[in-house]
């Protein structure tokens, strides 16, 4: 039987100091997507709820894929609705709830096309345990608004829900995860991800138009087509929700690759962050494998990865990119959205012209280049510049030092994220082979200082070395803030040895240890981590802040979608000339392969 009700489910016991809630006792923190049985997981385009626990316990906790946050509601009667956007056909509701191995939840799913009239579709109470709960209606039924209400669970009267779905009828087959059909020549790579809006690029071995079918959880029913016939391909996926799961599966002249996994950029207003950064990575050997094997690893790389230049040694060639960058990092870039920055070895070949040509990347600044931009992801303004430029390897038609520097003083002080973080390839304090690059200190610094930088990732010098908080030529003073400096160049060329004795302004430096950098952000609190391939933390640094309201609330971005270049664009008729290559090239181990030329070391 059927009940109908629209709203005695909606009224709340009046209590004037409801007891605290029990701890979470999760300690995931890292958004993962949801793990769900039985459930084809729809989007969620708003979420709302009868109160919460007034102490940042709101509904949205409980779409962000983190196990350690929820939404909480004091009183029987308490509850949480979901708005899919429209109606859609529902085949129940999946639902993991906190601290369910002990609170036994009696509760109601009830469904809803207009929003006013609900109807309930189950009633019962969960499982002893805290994983996502799929509930099956008895009947397909179509809906627009599913809402869960809580009447109580065997300890107290808190309604307290850690992630929240509906579920839509099965589309078919799930797609498979093994590519088949021919092989591509470059598997999927996730570029200028943003909240509403993703680039899949890939390679086909002849030309043809390829499309991407995507969606939201495990479904791929969405189809997005490439503009253009051709063999190079960036296929543009639009309509994303911010924070959200997607899946993807690329179709290209007979080969359909397995489906994949990513993760948009979070809504406004999101407090958390977890990203990894390395540079000097790019030469197909054995190092590089070793950092790659460990962050290849479920959850390991975070929610993205910034490259800190040396991307493809030794002349950041099409070939070099093509064997010693995507070969090796192909399964880490199909799910895992990659931020680049260029180094000195790119600039080799026509000041790295093929580096634009193989990523797309944002271009948010006059001049319309991916050389240097910047981009919001999370409570993190990420700001990449080309430090190559700077430092005199540009002609002015490319690039110039007064345009960048003037764009990145306008950028940086337009910005409102609570946290600044800007990388690029050539370090202002290092005590490595190639020292402190001065002229990007000297006019680069003060910027960086004024405007209230965190955070100055780089590479060249092949090592790990922190700083100190630095402030003009030293360290800060007791009692004012600094911008700290890593120098993280220990991404699989080979280490260098340390030319002298450890100065006064370094933290922690480490010449034996490749590795990636990995940071966390949790409201005021930036933890960094050097992590070697076996999983060792090497070095660890905190940095708080307080943060004034003004940062805390939501603000509203006018460039969720990341706007890139097209990209090079292929005659349909005729195969591009340097794409084709009769052997691969060797791995650069052995540390000549990989010195700087003599132009190219400051």
């Known amino acids: 039987m059927t009940l109908l009700c629209s709203a005695c489910e909606d009224s709340t016991p009046s209590v004037a100091s409801p007891p605290p809630e029990p701890p979470s006792q999760e300690i995931q923190d890292t958004p993962q997507p949801l793990v769900v049985t039985n459930c084809r997981v729809l989007t969620t385009a708003a979420v709302s709820a009868s109160g919460d626990d007034g102490d940042g316990s709101v509904a949205a906790n409980t779409q962000d894929d983190i196990l350690s946050t929820r939404w909480s509601g004091w009183g029987k ?34 469904t809803s096309e207009d929003g006013a009239s609900y109807t ?87 030309s043809c138009t390829p499309f991407v079918r995507f969606g939201p959880g495990t479904d791929v029913s969405r189809t997005a087509t490439a503009t253009a016939a051709g063999w190079r391909h960036a296929v543009r996926l639009d309509g994303l929700t911010p924070g959200q799961t997607y899946s993807y599966v690329v179709e290209a002249c007979g080969s359909v690759t397995g489906v994949r996994q990513f993760r948009t950029a979070p809504p ?10 390395m540079g000097d990575f790019g030469t197909g050997g054995s190092a590089q494998a070793r950092v790659l094997s460990l962050l290849s690893q ?33 399964a880490l870039l199909r799910q895992v959205p990659l931020f680049a920055s260029m180094g000195n070895h790119e600039y080799v070949t026509n000041q790295g012209q093929p580096y634009l040509d193989n990523f797309y990347l944002p271009a948010n600044n006059p001049a319309g280049t991916e050389r240097y931009y910047s981009f919001d992801w999370g409570p993190v303004h990420f700001v990449a510049l080309d430090s190559n430029c700077v430092i005199g390897l540009a002609t002015p038609d490319r690039c110039t030092r007064a345009a960048q ?44 200082e004024q405007y209230g930088v965190d955070l100055v990732l780089t590479g060249h010098d092949h090592n790990y070395e922190r700083s100190r908080p630095m402030r003009g030529e030293g360290v800060a003073p007791s009692g004012t803030r600094g911008v700290i400096y890593v120098v993280v160049g220990s991404g ?23 590795g990636h950098l990995e940071v966390a952000i949790n409201g005021g609190t930036l933890s960094g981590r050097f992590i070697n391939p076996s999983g060792t933390v090497r070095d660890s640094f905190t940095v708080t802040k307080t943060l004034s309201a003004a940062v805390e609330r939501p603000v509203e971005d006018s460039a969720s979608v990341l706007e890139t270049p097209p990209g090079p664009a292929d005659d349909p008729a005729h195969a591009p000339a340097g794409l084709r290559f009769e052997t691969e090239l060797p791995p650069m181990d052995n540390p000549e392969a990989v010195v700087d030329g003599e132009k190219q070391a400051r």
């Not at 979901?82 to 036994?104: N, R």
């Not at 406004?268 to 950064?277: I, Q």
Request: charged share 15%.
């Open 77 to 110: 009667g308490s509850w949480l609705r979901l708005d899919l956007g429209s109606a859609q056909q529902l085949t129940g509701a999946a639902i993991a709830w906190h601290l369910g191995t002990v609170q036994i939840n009696n509760f109601i799913i009830s």
């Open 298 to 330: 479920p959850g390991r790389a975070g929610e993205l990865l910034l490259t800190l230049g040396d991307n493809a040694y030794h002349s950041g060639t099409e070939q070099e990119f093509q064997d010693r960058m995507f070969k090796p990092m192909a």
């Open 492 to 514: 699989g060329a080979n280490l260098k040895p340390f030319p002298s004795s450890q100065p006064s302004w370094t933290a922690y430096r480490n010449n034996t240890d490749a």
């Open 268 to 277: 406004a207003g999101t407090t958390g962050l977890r990203f990894t950064a």
């Open 120 to 206: 309930q579709v189950y009633a019962g109470n969960n499982a002893p345990n805290t994983a996502a709960q799929t509930y099956t209606f008895n009947a397909p039924r179509r809906a627009r608004y599913v809402r869960i209400t809580v009447n109580g669970n065997v300890l107290n009267d808190w309604a307290s829900i850690t992630e929240a779905r509906a579920c839509g009828e099965q589309s078919g087959t799930p797609p498979s995860s093994v590519d088949s059909g021919p092989a591509l020549p470059r598997l999927p790579y996730l570029q200028s991800v943003g909240r509403t809006s993703a680039l899949v690029a890939f390679r086909t071995n002849v």
């Open 405 to 448: 520097k003037s764009w990145l003083a306008a950028d940086l002080a337009a910005t409102r994220q609570p946290w600044k973080v800007v990388f690029f390839h050539h370090p202002p304090w290092s005590s490595g082979d190639h020292g402190s690059q001065l002229t990007m200190r000297r006019e680069f610094a003060p910027l960086f």
